[in-house]
């Protein structure tokens, strides 16, 4: 009996370790999305893997709250972080800490040696002695990082539109003209631009798509770790 619960455990375990192995060639996907329009703008960010099985967006509507809703497994779980909070707290300490600089300003008049002073020294002069190593270091692990940018990360352009219009209707006639030179050779050619030659404003929206290929992500970075641990 013992032996049997056994045999069920690591079959469990293969099962597991395999949907685990085979979820590294499901790609990750990342779509921002953002508009503008009467000076105000908004934004959204999902992230998704599996859709409806795992994904996150962050909606961006003000400048005080972020807006989160998690999917798990078909169950969406919304929060909402704060972020007026967290200024007018950072703006209570402020006063505080300008009190008990008061003090420390009355000493630094004396000329005398501090240790922290002498610390910060040597540090910024180790920092300079050791700039040419942190370019070796660079020069050695940015082609793992330029693979991983170029072959597993790709950036996809949905879709543009925009409203356009300057103070004077010439600038409004010149900044059309380059656009229609300019806009079919990028990577926007689907832009809906439409040119306001009689008010002044600014109004777009902007989607794109980033898709990232986890599997080849992860091999280069067990490269880039093999490599740094034989360095």
């Known amino acids: ?9 690591g079959i469990l375990l293969l099962v597991f370790t395999g949907i685990l192995l085979s979820t590294l060639f499901i790609q990750l996907k990342v779509r921002l999305q953002g508009a503008y329009c009467d000076k105000k703008g ?3 960010i999902s992230l998704y893997w599996i859709k409806y099985v795992f994904d996150l967006r962050c909606r961006i509507a003000d400048t005080d709250h972020l807006h989160f809703v998690l999917r798990l497994f078909f169950i969406p779980i919304p929060f909402r972080l704060s972020l007026k909070k967290t200024a007018s ?3 209570v300490k402020e006063p505080k800490k300008a009190e008990t600089q ?4 009355e000493k630094e008049m004396v000329p005398e040696s501090t240790p922290e002073k002498e610390a910060l020294k040597d540090r910024i002069t180790h920092l300079l002695d ?3 190593q942190l370019f070796d270091v660079w020069k050695k692990y940015y082609p793992f990082l330029k693979k991983i940018y170029v072959r597993y990360i790709t950036f996809t352009p949905e879709s543009l539109t925009a409203r356009i219009g300057f103070s004077e209707p010439s600038q409004t006639a010149l900044a059309a003209g380059m656009s229609y030179s300019i806009i079919p050779l990028s990577p926007f050619h689907m832009a809906d631009i439409q040119w306001d030659f009689e008010d002044q404003g600014l109004a777009f929206a902007l989607r794109i798509k980033i898709t990232m290929k986890l599997y080849g992500i992860f091999c280069t970075l067990l490269h880039l770790y093999w490599v740094y641990n034989k360095g």
């Open 1 to 9: 009996m013992f032996i049997l619960i056994l045999k069920i455990l």
């Open 42 to 44: 908004s934004g959204e």
């Open 89 to 91: 707290a950072h703006r």
């Open 102 to 105: 008061k003090p420390r300003f």
């Open 130 to 132: 050791t700039k040419d």
